[in-house]
């Protein structure tokens, strides 16, 4: 009976934890929609940052209902196995966007430092590559994971897969380790310099990147150690929704700093004109 007991609890904790990231996405859309019909109405250029955007946006649903319909419904292995590869799908572009739009905003503060923008960019292709690469050696195994029967052979490609997951959480947490990482050693240059509270534009830009880089770190994380729990990977399925959410309040917080920046100004940055004194004859 305590067994029996046991096994609906996880059972429901199980179907919870994906419906929860449905939950937390459609608030976070209905509160901040207002902000994406005002960015899209605006005259302005479309450019990489709007894909990674609309990728970090939308593509949250296509793993909410693949993750939702491999809990709830009951379908055939090959049904199954296109249910797991849009999910896999879904969480990869998710990633690359959200870091892509973490980078993107961490470049905008060392917009004079072609050695620290040369090094951001090299670590996210870094990243960029383990993500795709571990995605693709996924997608062949999760055949599997659509088999009922437990074999000794299906235990082990269930395990290569794990780490293959943890293979993604651990390179996007490198990154944004080393984002937040860079981004304080930038707030200490600025400290160091006296220019902190006198640039708006670079205090904000700053902190932001900061808070977000340590949001993103902190569900990464989360996601490593939820995989030594009882239900393995219970965090995972809060990751692409979550991701997409912090990548989408960050390009509406890029946008706005970009409007900061037409009404602030660094003290550093004013040039004073040559004044002569003239002398009385």
Not at 56 to 62: E, F, H, K, S
């Amino acid at each position: 009976m305590v067994l029996l007991h046991t096994q609906q609890t996880i059972k429901s904790a199980h179907i919870s934890s994906k419906v929860a990231p449905a939950a937390i996405w459609a608030l976070d859309y209905c509160l901040t929609l207002q902000h994406e019909v005002h960015m899209f109405s605006s005259v302005g250029r479309r450019g990489i940052a709007t894909v990674m955007f609309i990728v970090a946006r939308y593509v949250p649903i296509a793993w909410i209902i693949s993750e939702i319909y491999v809990t709830l419904g009951t379908q055939s292995p090959q049904m199954c196995s296109i249910t797991y590869r849009t999910s896999a799908a879904s969480l990869g572009l998710i990633l690359l966007a959200t870091e892509g739009l973490l980078l993107m905003r961490t470049l905008a503060l060392w917009h004079n430092n072609n050695k620290i923008r040369r090094f951001l960019l090299a670590s996210y292709l870094v990243t960029a590559i383990s993500v795709v690469t571990c995605s693709a050696i996924t997608v062949p195994l999760l055949k599997s994971a659509c088999v009922s029967t437990s074999t000794q052979s299906n235990i082990e490609v269930a395990t290569r897969l794990e780490r293959l997951i943890m293979g993604v959480f651990i390179s996007t947490a490198l990154f944004e380790f080393t984002v937040a990482a860079i981004t304080i050693y930038h707030s200490m240059l600025l400290r160091s310099d006296d220019i902190y509270t006198l640039c708006t534009l670079a205090s904000t830009l700053s902190n932001g990147s900061l808070l977000y880089a340590l949001s993103l770190f902190a569900i990464s994380v989360a996601n490593i150690v939820s995989f030594s729990l009882p239900v393995r990977g219970f965090y995972a399925w809060f990751q692409g929704v979550l991701h997409g959410i912090i990548a989408s309040r960050i390009l509406f917080d890029l946008r706005d700093a970009d409007r900061i920046k037409e009404d602030s100004f660094c003290l550093s940055d004013l040039q004073f004109a040559p004044h002569t004194i003239s002398t009385a004859t």
